[in-house]
């Protein structure tokens, strides 16, 4: 079992910025992928940026030149620095695992084996 918990949501105006925590606990590998996703309401659940355990990365387009994904403390906490914040950002954001997985997996919802019971991220203009 992994346990995924965020933190770092909260209310800011457009043009801001936030820095989102994952701190991942339980049994984890060393072949994996994280994933930050969001869930505005009556949208679907979408990806927004990966990182696999050698450090690659990769973010959706509508994010790209404002989001950063990192990792440390030997890759068990995972972070989202978001700058520039849109008030289309506005959504629940979750943090996601995936076991023995290549970072493509984390473009997907179904990807994912572990989920965080997410963090509100609120944009206003």
């Known amino acids: 079992q992994v346990q995924l918990v965020e933190s770092g949501g909260g209310s800011v105006q457009a043009g801001g910025s936030l820095r989102l925590s994952c701190a991942a606990s339980?049994?984890?590998?060393?072949?994996?992928?994280m994933g930050w996703f969001r869930q505005a309401p009556g949208k679907e659940r979408e990806a927004v940026a990966a990182?696999?355990?050698?450090?690659?990365?990769t973010y959706t387009d509508a994010v790209k030149g404002r989001f950063t994904i990192s990792q440390d403390n030997a890759n068990n906490t995972l972070h989202l620095q978001m700058n520039s914040l849109k008030p289309e950002d506005t959504a629940m954001y979750y943090c996601?695992?995936?076991?023995?997985?290549?970072?493509?997996?984390?473009?997907?919802?179904?990807?994912?084996?572990?989920w965080g019971k997410g963090t509100l991220v609120t944009i206003s203009s």
């Open positions: 990182i696999d355990n050698d450090g690659s990365t």
């Open positions: 996601a695992y995936a076991q023995f997985a290549p970072i493509a997996s984390c473009r997907y919802v179904s990807g994912m084996d572990y």
């Open positions: 339980g049994r984890t590998y060393s072949t994996y992928c």
